[in-house]
């Protein structure tokens, strides 16, 4: 993982008198020494009347939206700057949010983007917002999403890997999200532990089978488990994590990752996540989905090295919608 020097930390609602992830963000910055920059994107969109309206007026809008945000955003800042932490603010008009944050965290080459999970429904609190996911899916950098706003005391930092690659996961991959959460448990002088949830599926079998080597299908599912077991303790040792602190469960990762960290009482788990398209992305989306809504500590969310953005350069500015028409009795 590479040094963190610099953080954006996403504001949702400046306005807001209560902040319950600032104490953290700050917490990890002063961690890390590295430097924090508070931002807020304007993406709530305007309407089309405004376009008629004389260029001061509509400057003056602006300028009184974007002062409302700045103000409590100047108060956070003082407040980061109190506990040693250099910190700054940004406030920009673009849209949709989560592309905003990325466009922010290339310009000013942050090495971390720190968000606050927005929390699911009462019947299917598992359903991450399509914020969260869609920033999650789209960013080369790393992701820590807040779930709650406890404060870190020498935290237990699981990393969730698959060393048997299933998924077709990338084994680099793997080797990252060890190293972010050592990173992590270093910087906040806590306890590193790696976790894999062992269950062999037809999508997850040895990825170093070649495509004509069809000896797998002869494979009873214990043997299967068995490899999986061995790949895990390969790993542990290249790694080098202490038996102790490796744990190896056997399930579906969706119920069993979670599970793992409430269980060893985690405040961070890490794990990795990849952008595919077509069913495979379905498949694994479902998956990773069920995964972060279900841990009940934050997750911090690595990519594979070579991933790319796919999103636009440029900010797209102030949005203007069409307002409601006023219903005719």
């Not at 495979?280 to 809504?293: F, H, P």
Request: hydrophobic share 45%; glycine share 6%.
């Amino acid at each position: 993982m590479k040094t963190i020097r610099r953080i954006l930390f996403a504001i949702r609602k400046p306005e807001s008198a209560r902040q319950p992830g600032l104490s953290k963000a700050i917490q990890v910055a002063r961690a890390f020494g590295a430097r924090l920059e508070l931002f807020h994107a304007m993406h709530v969109p305007k309407f089309d009347e405004f376009a008629l309206l004389q260029d001061d007026t509509v400057d003056r809008l602006r300028e009184r939206v974007e002062e409302h945000a700045r103000i409590p955003l100047t108060r956070m800042c003082a407040r980061a700057h109190k506990h040693g932490v250099q910190a700054e603010y940004f406030v920009e008009w673009d849209y949709p949010p989560h592309e905003a944050i990325l466009r922010r965290a290339t310009a000013i080459g942050a090495d971390l983007i720190i968000a606050e999970c927005h929390k699911g429904g009462r019947t299917r609190p598992w359903l991450i917002h399509l914020t969260d996911w869609e920033l999650l899916r789209t960013s080369t950098l790393p992701v820590l999403l807040f779930k709650n706003d406890k404060p870190y005391h020498r935290p237990l930092t699981l990393a969730a890997v698959d060393p048997a690659r299933a998924h077709t996961k990338p084994r680099a991959l793997d080797a990252s999200i060890v190293d972010g959460a050592r990173e992590f448990s270093k910087a906040l002088r806590g306890a590193l532990h790696m976790g894999h949830a062992n269950y062999p599926t037809i999508v997850g079998l040895p990825h170093a089978l070649s495509s004509n080597d069809w000896k797998w299908k002869t494979l009873s599912y214990d043997e299967l488990k068995e490899q999986e077991r061995e790949a895990f303790e390969a790993f542990r040792v290249e790694m080098k994590v202490m038996r102790t602190r490796a744990h190896l469960v056997t399930g579906n990762p969706a119920t069993e990752i979670p599970r793992l960290a409430r269980d060893l009482g985690a405040q961070i788990v890490v794990m990795g996540a990849l952008s595919r398209s077509g069913l495979m992305r379905v498949l694994i989306g479902n998956t990773a989905e069920r995964v972060l809504g279900e841990l009940p500590c934050d997750v911090l969310v690595m990519k594979p090295r070579a991933t790319k953005t796919r999103i636009a350069t440029a900010s797209r500015g102030m949005r203007v919608t069409q307002s409601a028409l006023p219903l005719v009795a």
